[in-house]
């Protein structure tokens, strides 16, 4: 507002765009009163307004993103205006890389990047390759035998076992398994916690309690000179770290390795369960992938990897990508005031009719196709986009793609029931249970 001498106090940033399209607070009030999903709620303001508008949960108003151009705009060419205040699972990995902020988290990006490169990510082949044969194992003895399995406890405990010996080294034994079930108990918790940190860290202290034991004791045994069968891993670069420099203290050093610990399996789990769900409903997918070339080829690898994207598009690691607007700007000719609540949403723009044709189908062909998707980097980002983009992408996709090449051939999960719908927390993941036998 203009005062009474006529002078706008604004940056001409915030003077120049038109205000952001918002939605009609009974559209609101009726998806409130529906009890639905917030993911409803911003279907149906971006399906009414565009890519760009808001909505209001309370007294100011939430900006939604899901325009290409405008995500670009939030995450790669603005992250200093569109900043990240907190993360959803600060209980968990505490002052971890995802959750830090400003130079701290500069500087713990900065140590970890250099081991998720293509040269860094050599010194994780022969771990990746013995978690999916301890599973590919597994898989055969349960075809052997007509045992009944989860397939998303399997991806949970392949991923699991994949990121362990990344950490520590070592593989997973059956006793740090059980106790790191916990992650999966306070993830999916979630959601539902009390909204006082307090009363949230005491609803799921027990399990908070196992986690901190077991990251206590990886530790304390890599500080021993426990290296593991595989040599080092990335536990001994961050105790290095704590040696060298004081802003690595042992609580640091903890929250680090369970947010790595989360990050590195929570999500792959989850995209390896959708994938064998939908492949369940389309297997002429699966057929494309096996003949696309031999095993171990270039061809096989670019077949499976579309598969992996695709259901990637379909369920996004991070599905909903929160920012807060620290300074007024002008986001695709809207003006956005300081203090704005912004939410990027990858998945309705990986659902997005404009940008993907037949959005709801699950087509890997997409991915291998040349002009089959969409090349703006705004429009397909399962992992984010700019230097608050997801470190473990190359992680991911090498450890879901080898785990594939051992199974996919062999098997075939038959479901005796699958989950009805999705559960939309930290990740969208199914909501229910996966059981399933081989044939």
């Known amino acids: ?47 009414r307004l565009g890519g760009v508008a808001a909505f209001r949960l309370g007294p100011a108003p939430t900006v939604l993103v899901t325009d290409p151009r405008a995500v670009q705009h939030v995450l790669a060419l603005h992250p200093d205006r569109y900043v990240k205040r907190s993360h959803r699972a600060r209980l968990l990995i505490g002052d971890g890389v995802l959750a830090a902020t400003g130079d701290a988290w500069k500087s713990q ?22 978690a999916a044969r301890v599973t590919a194992e597994r898989w055969a003895a349960y075809a ?12 949970r405990r392949f991923a699991l076992d994949t990121i362990w010996r990344s950490l520590t080294g070592h593989p997973l034994d059956d006793g740090t398994e ?8 306070v993830v999916a918790a979630m959601p539902t916690l009390p909204a006082d940190p307090a009363d949230a860290r005491e609803a799921v202290a027990a399990d908070l309690a196992r986690i901190d034991a077991v990251a206590h004791r990886a530790i304390e045994a890599a500080r021993g000179g426990a ?6 891993g990335l536990l001994h670069l961050l105790l290095g770290a704590g040696a060298e420099s004081p802003q690595y203290p042992d609580r640091l050093i903890r929250d680090e390795l369970i947010t790595l610990l989360v990050a590195g399996h929570e999500t792959t789990a ?17 057929e494309e992938a096996l003949v696309a070339g031999a095993p171990g080829s270039a061809e096989r690898g670019r077949a499976l990897q579309a598969l992996v994207h695709e259901t990637l598009r379909l369920y996004p690691s991070a599905w909903i990508l929160p920012r807060y607007a620290a300074e007024a700007g002008v986001l695709a000719g ?23 044709p037949h959005p709801e189908r699950f087509d890997p062909r ?10 703006h980097p705004g429009a397909y980002l399962p992992f984010g986009i700019g230097p608050r983009a997801c470190l473990g992408l190359r992680f991911a996709l090498r450890e879901s793609t080898v785990l594939l090449e051992h199974l996919l051939p062999a098997h075939v999960p038959a479901f005796h029931s699958v989950p009805a719908k999705a559960a939309y927390g930290i990740t969208v993941r199914p909501d229910g249970p996966t059981p399933a036998s081989l044939r």
Request: charged letters at 25%; aromatic letters at 6%.
């Open 1 to 47: 507002m203009a005062t009474e001498a006529g002078f706008d106090p604004r940056p001409p940033a915030a003077r120049t765009g038109r205000p952001v399209p918002e939605a009609d607070p009974a559209l609101v009030e009726r998806w409130r009163s529906g009890g639905g999903e917030l993911v409803d709620l911003l279907a149906l303001v971006r399906e």
């Open 109 to 130: 990006r900065r140590l970890l990047q250099s081991q998720f490169t293509g040269t860094g990510m050599r010194r994780y082949e022969r771990r990746i390759a013995a």
């Open 144 to 155: 052997r035998s007509g045992q009944r399995f989860d397939v998303g406890l399997e991806m």
């Open 178 to 185: 059980d106790e790191l079930n916990a992650v999966a108990s």
């Open 227 to 232: 290296a593991g069968p595989d040599g080092p």
């Open 270 to 286: 989850t995209t390896l369960t959708w994938l064998y769900l939908l492949l369940d409903r389309h297997p002429e997918a699966r």
């Open 334 to 356: 809207h003006a956005v005031e300081a203090g704005s609540d912004v939410v990027v949403c990858p998945y309705l723009t990986h659902r997005d009719p404009g940008l993907w």
């Open 366 to 375: 997409r991915f291998t196709t040349p002009g089959g998707r969409p090349t």
